[in-house]
């Protein structure tokens, strides 16, 4: 397996990654991509996309949402809006905050098994689809501003 740690590449905690890297002789096996524009192409170089919030309470984390529309299984801490994005089993694994052991025992479960690889990727896909379809959330809208333009007769 081989690992990527996406986003900008400044400040201490990306100095301290980068050292911890080095100290562990992990060069070969995990790389920084740095800040990237064009997530299509970064989700589909990977298979499995890991979150692991260290915050109790998080927000929305639209990179789960952008991974499961690209059919990518996801590995996220039950925080905040994860929670919400994540069927756990389903389209991905929900897993305890600051719990390394579980973490890697997701991200190593879907990478060996490429059939529930597969089946998490299709139906994260599917969620993705069913809920953050911006054309089918302007539709629901539309319908929404239509009932109350011209409320039904009583």
């Known amino acids: ?11 201490e905690y990306y100095q301290s990654l980068r050292k911890q890297v080095c100290r562990d002789g992990l060069e ?3 790389a920084f ?7 299509q192409s970064f989700y589909a170089g990977i298979d499995v996309f890991a979150l692991p919030s260290r915050q109790e309470t998080e927000g929305l984390p639209l990179v789960i949402a952008e991974a ?3 059919g990518v299984p996801v590995v996220a801490t039950r925080s905040g809006g994860a929670t919400e994005l994540v069927d756990d ?3 991905g694994i929900l897993i305890e905050r600051q719990n390394p052991q579980q973490l890697a025992e997701a991200i190593g479960m ?15 896909r599917r969620r993705a689809e069913q809920f953050f379809d911006l054309s089918k959330q302007a539709a629901k809208f539309e319908t929404i501003l239509g009932t109350v333009a011209h409320p039904p007769n009583d």
């Open 1 to 11: 397996a081989r690992f990527v740690i996406g986003g900008k590449q400044e400040g």
């Open 28 to 30: 070969k096996v995990l």
């Open 33 to 39: 991509s740095g800040w990237q524009d064009e997530m």
């Open 68 to 70: 499961m529309a690209a």
């Open 89 to 91: 089993g389903e389209t």
């Open 110 to 124: 879907l990478v060996t098994s490429g059939t529930k690889k597969a089946s998490m990727g299709k139906a994260a």
